[in-house]
């Protein structure tokens, strides 16, 4: 029997800045990937044919209060404006494990909910930020990357976008 690893302690830095003590909350972009239904002729039933991702990949990231440099780059034009890193440590109660997590995220704010304003009352502050660059390392070992604008797919160290690159002469 072996019990789960859970997120012990994390944090979230923001183009370099470190939320320590600050960030609430972080809810990871959910990784998809858009699945058409495919019946060609002679086949006695469907089976689905990767398009690419699905939709956009957004994290969202909540602050226990003000936080000013989150302004700094809000309503760029760069879809890479702000670079956020969420390090975490997941662990076992079994064991004496722990497992370093690092995700890497490039993108823009696109929402700042500065949340109700009530003096003497908690304050949070939730940001939306949408992606074009997704990292995920697990102990030292990069096992999702993916760089939408430069076509870039890696999982486990193996470029599944290569061989198109390559046929489009990119």
């Not at 183009?15 to 960030?23: F, I, L, P, R, T």
């Not at 699945?35 to 994290?59: A, P, S, Y």
């Not at 969202?60 to 700094?72: A, K, R």
């Not at 995700?103 to 304050?123: K, L, P, W």
């Amino acid at each position: 029997m072996a019990l789960p690893k859970k997120l012990k302690g994390m944090n979230l830095f923001g183009n370099g800045d470190s939320y320590q003590g600050q960030v609430q909350s972080v809810t990871l972009p959910t990784l998809t990937r858009k699945i058409e239904e495919w019946r060609g002729g002679g086949m006695d039933g469907t089976v689905g044919i990767d398009m690419g991702q699905d939709g956009l990949m957004t994290c969202q990231w909540t602050v226990g209060g003000l936080i000013e440099s989150i302004f700094d780059n809000f309503g760029s034009s760069r879809l890479d404006a702000d670079l956020l890193r969420m390090t975490g440590s997941y662990e076992r109660d079994d064991v004496d494990e722990v497992v370093a997590v690092e995700v890497v995220m490039r993108g823009r704010h696109t929402e700042i909910d500065m949340g109700d304003a009530q003096s003497g009352e908690n304050t949070e502050h939730s940001i939306t930020t949408t992606l074009s660059y997704y990292k995920l390392v697990i102990d030292g070992r990069t096992v999702i990357e993916n760089d939408i604008p430069n076509g870039v797919f890696k999982v486990n160290g193996t470029d599944r976008l290569a061989k198109r690159r390559r046929a489009l002469g990119t």
